[in-house]
């Protein structure tokens, strides 16, 4: 047994060979260590490798798939708010459509009254003229005696509208003085009843004379009490300036 030289209180020295079985020890320390923290179903590099791979692309995956459904989202939002665009566009051009319609309506109801009020209009005015005519005709054939005092007003006023100028007074004495205000009196002893034209009438008027003088509106007879009036008035205006100037047999 070989002899103990360690001095008591002192290491003893490693030799070069002590220090190599400590160097392996410690390399196969390491290895082993490594060994235990390798996954149990962690392969070679390769497959380390490969595996990285696949999570790297299953990320992308999922980051396109968000962004396709983000996009498909989006893409329905705007179809959305295209659909209620045209809506409202469609309710729009509705309510302009009933609002013209309507315009339309009330214009031609507006347009249909005012020409109902036109027409009442019209049929009033003429309504009026037609009271207006009557009035004027009722004016125009107003009746007069049928004597003297007749005759002689309803002459003046056949004279008044031809402007052949005379009085009342002025006829009413020279008829009685030619007639005595009988209508048909005739002379049939004058110088004209023997030249073949006798005086007739109320005023005495030869047929020469009324066809000269005669006033148109009267009956053409030398009987007719206006007639025979009207153109010896005529005839004294003509000859005399007036019947009233006229005081004897003319």
Same mark, same amino acid.
């Given at each position: 047994?070989? $002899?103990?030289? +360690? +001095?008591?209180?002192?290491?003893?020295?490693?030799? $070069?060979?002590?220090?190599? =079985?400590?160097?392996?020890?410690?390399?196969?320390?390491?290895?082993?260590?490594?060994? =235990?923290?390798?996954?149990?179903?962690?392969?070679?590099?390769?497959?380390? !490798?490969?595996?990285?791979?696949?999570?790297? /692309?299953?990320?992308?995956?999922?980051?396109?798939?968000?962004?396709?459904v983000t996009d498909q989202l989006a893409g329905a939002d705007l179809k959305a708010q295209d659909i209620a665009a045209k809506k409202?566009?469609?309710?729009?051009?509705?309510?302009?459509?009933?609002? %013209?319609?309507?315009?339309?309506?009330?214009?031609?109801?507006? !347009?249909?009254?005012?020409?109902?009020?036109?027409?009442a209009r019209a049929k009033e005015q003429a309504a009026s003229r037609s009271t207006a005519r009557v009035e004027v005709e009722t004016?125009?054939? $107003?009746? /007069?005696?049928?004597?003297?005092?007749?005759?002689?007003? %309803?002459?003046?006023?056949?004279?008044?509208?031809?402007?052949?100028?005379?009085?009342?007074?002025?006829?009413?004495?020279?008829?009685?003085? %030619?007639?005595?205000? &009988?209508? &048909?009196?005739?002379?049939?002893?004058?110088?004209?009843?023997?030249?073949?034209?006798?005086?007739?009438?109320?005023?005495?008027?030869? $047929?020469?004379?009324?066809?000269?003088?005669?006033?148109?509106? +009267?009956?053409?007879?030398? /009987?007719?009490?206006?007639?025979?009036? +009207? !153109?010896?008035?005529?005839?004294?205006?003509?000859? /005399?300036? =007036?019947?009233?100037?006229?005081?004897?047999?003319?």
């Amino acid at each position: 047994m070989p $002899k103990n030289t +360690t +001095t008591p209180g002192h290491s003893p020295k490693l030799t $070069k060979a002590h220090k190599l =079985s400590i160097a392996g020890v410690a390399t196969l320390g390491a290895a082993a260590l490594a060994f =235990s923290l390798v996954p149990g179903n962690a392969g070679t590099t390769t497959t380390d !490798a490969v595996s990285s791979a696949k999570v790297a /692309y299953s990320e992308q995956q999922i980051k396109d798939v968000k962004a396709s459904v983000t996009d498909q989202l989006a893409g329905a939002d705007l179809k959305a708010q295209d659909i209620a665009a045209k809506k409202k566009a469609a309710a729009d051009a509705a309510k302009k459509k009933a609002a %013209e319609a309507a315009a339309k309506k009330k214009a031609a109801a507006e !347009a249909a009254a005012k020409k109902k009020a036109a027409e009442a209009r019209a049929k009033e005015q003429a309504a009026s003229r037609s009271t207006a005519r009557v009035e004027v005709e009722t004016v125009a054939v $107003k009746t /007069y005696a049928n004597n003297l005092d007749g005759w002689i007003r %309803e002459s003046l006023a056949i004279m008044a509208k031809n402007g052949i100028p005379g009085t009342y007074d002025g006829l009413y004495r020279n008829i009685m003085r %030619e007639s005595t205000g &009988n209508p &048909n009196a005739i002379n049939g002893w004058d110088v004209n009843a023997q030249n073949g034209t006798p005086s007739i009438g109320l005023l005495q008027v030869i $047929k020469p004379t009324f066809d000269a003088y005669h006033v148109a509106g +009267t009956a053409w007879s030398q /009987y007719d009490p206006v007639a025979n009036i +009207t !153109a010896a008035a005529n005839y004294a205006a003509d000859k /005399y300036g =007036s019947i009233d100037n006229v005081n004897s047999a003319y």
